[in-house]
């Protein structure tokens, strides 16, 4: 992962390798800025349903070759079998990565683990379709036993149940757990996936960064809107060099006044916190004396009526403090459930008494 005072990872070419051109002049445009660290393009891509445009195959690694050659970029690409691997080792690919669908099946996984046993390489691991921590960190595990090289994950959103403005959901708690319980492995995000729509892409590319992911991966193609797969969601190569121009990268390092400066808003957090916690355990006393009333009476736990009266008011109440509705919404909902677990909790004590 980059270490401090080294630049973010940043990830840039076309969802697919189509044309030799293509690749070329996609790599020409974006190859003379700074901050690109390497040039990516699928080779071998087997759609949801057959018929559709499914890479150029083992031909395409000519052409990524050729792009390292003349423009000194490392390459990379998506495998999903052994035989992917092997081939693209050959070709000289320094960066593979796993695709969310092959890393929410732990035997895919393993196989590819296999196949990279002892080579020194750098894997890349993105999410699991669905938001599955521990798929996505068994996954990542797999990798590491195997092989010495660096092994990242890339954070690409998860498939939505929901109507919802992103082609995949963020979850952005999600990578945060990842890398509070794996603070060694670096996170890459892929806003062009998240978003599904390149006008989202800079506020998902940013959102990351603030959130002090190591890097993106962004999807770029020299004519975006005649690309043979995920149109929509890909840049031209000068609105990619913009956009890094544009984005706001986050000092990792943060000493001296700085860190001096953070220490006192982080002790003010952690004494609001302990006052929350203080008032929560309070208010689940109190909870628990309502559901002895309630048993002593015949009452049932769960009153409809309060309930939404409880949800109008104190979304009211949020909103006129900066709060956003939905979250206030989901913080009450965690706190009616536990009150609930808590007056049935009574209630059961007091009928197995009577039996």
Wanted: hydrophobic share 40%; charged share 25%; net charge neutral.
């Amino acid at each position: 992962m980059p270490q401090q005072g080294q630049k973010p990872i940043i990830i840039a070419g076309p969802c697919s390798a189509e044309t030799e051109e293509q690749v070329m002049q996609t790599a020409a445009g974006i190859a003379g800025h700074s901050a690109v660290t390497a040039f990516r393009s699928g080779v071998w891509k087997p759609r949801s349903r057959p018929g559709n445009f499914e890479g150029a195959g083992d031909n395409a690694l000519q052409w990524l070759k050729k792009v390292k050659n003349e423009y000194d970029l490392p390459i990379a690409v998506e495998v999903a079998t052994p035989s992917h691997v092997e081939k693209a080792l050959e070709a000289g690919v320094e960066y593979l990565w796993v695709g969310a669908r092959t890393t929410s099946n732990p035997f895919s996984v393993q196989e590819l683990a296999r196949a990279l046993e002892g080579i020194d390489v750098q894997i890349m691991v993105k999410n699991p379709v669905n938001p599955d921590l521990s798929l996505w960190i068994g996954a990542i595990e797999r990798m590491m036993k195997m092989t010495p090289g660096n092994v990242m994950a890339i954070h690409r959103g998860f498939y939505p149940y929901e109507q919802t403005p992103y082609r995949n959901i963020p979850k952005w708690e999600i990578p945060i757990e990842l890398k509070t319980r794996m603070p060694e492995i670096a996170i890459i995000c892929d806003p062009s996936h998240i978003s599904g729509d390149r006008g989202l892409v800079p506020e998902i590319a940013q959102y990351a960064l603030d959130l002090n992911f190591d890097g993106l991966m962004i999807e770029t193609h020299i004519d975006p809107k005649n690309a043979l797969s995920d149109a929509n969601q890909q840049l031209t190569p000068d609105s990619l060099l913009k956009l890094l121009d544009n984005l706001e990268f986050r000092d990792q390092n943060v000493n001296g006044s700085v860190q001096n400066a953070l220490e006192s808003f982080r002790n003010q957090i952690d004494s609001i916190d302990s006052q929350i916690l203080e008032l929560l355990a309070q208010r689940m006393e109190t909870t628990r004396k309502i559901g002895a009333y309630k048993r002593h009476r015949n009452v049932a736990a769960f009153q409809l009526k309060r309930w939404k009266n409880i949800i109008r008011s104190r979304m009211e109440t949020g909103s006129s403090l900066g709060l956003s509705k939905e979250f206030v919404k989901k913080m009450l909902q965690s706190v009616h459930k536990e009150s609930i677990r808590i007056q049935s909790e009574i209630m059961k004590q007091h009928r197995n008494k009577d039996d």
